[in-house]
Nanobody, 119 residues
Framework: QVQLEESGGGLVQPGGSLRLSCAAS????????MGWHRQAPGKQRELVAAISSGGITNYADSVKGRFTVSRDNAKNTVYLQMNSLKPEDTAVYYCNADRWLQLRRYNYWGQGTQVTVSS
């Protein structure tokens, strides 16, 4: 069992920056692929950025060059650095942990943190 807790959301002006953190409890954090997803009002949840257990990263086209995902396995934490924020980045941001073990999938979600980009 893994519990995830996001933090770092808030209100920021367009062009500003925020850093989200996701702290994981439980063991074997380093074996999980970690993802950041977001859901804006009236829209489907979408994957924003992901980092594999080996540190390989992927980004949605809409955030490439602006967002950076990283992880610190010693602290059981994954981060999302968001720069040059736009109003369309406004959403609830969710952390996700995912792995397969012996043909069984283990997938966990945090409760989300609100990010609002507005002047």
């Amino acid at each position: 069992q893994v519990q995830l807790e996001e933090s770092g959301g808030g209100l920021v002006q367009p062009g500003g920056s925020l850093r989200l953190s996701c702290a994981a409890s439980g063991s074997s954090f380093s074996t999980y692929a970690m993802g950041w997803h977001r859901q804006a009002p009236g829209k489907q949840r979408e994957l924003v950025a992901a980092i594999s257990s080996g540190g390989i990263t992927n980004y949605a086209d809409s955030v490439k060059g602006r967002f950076t995902v990283s992880r610190d396995n010693a602290k059981n934490t994954v981060y999302l650095q968001m720069n040059s924020l736009k109003p369309e980045d406004t959403a609830v941001y969710y952390c996700n942990a995912d792995r397969w073990l012996q043909l069984r999938r283990y997938n966990y979600w945090g409760q989300g943190t609100q990010v609002t980009v507005s002047s």
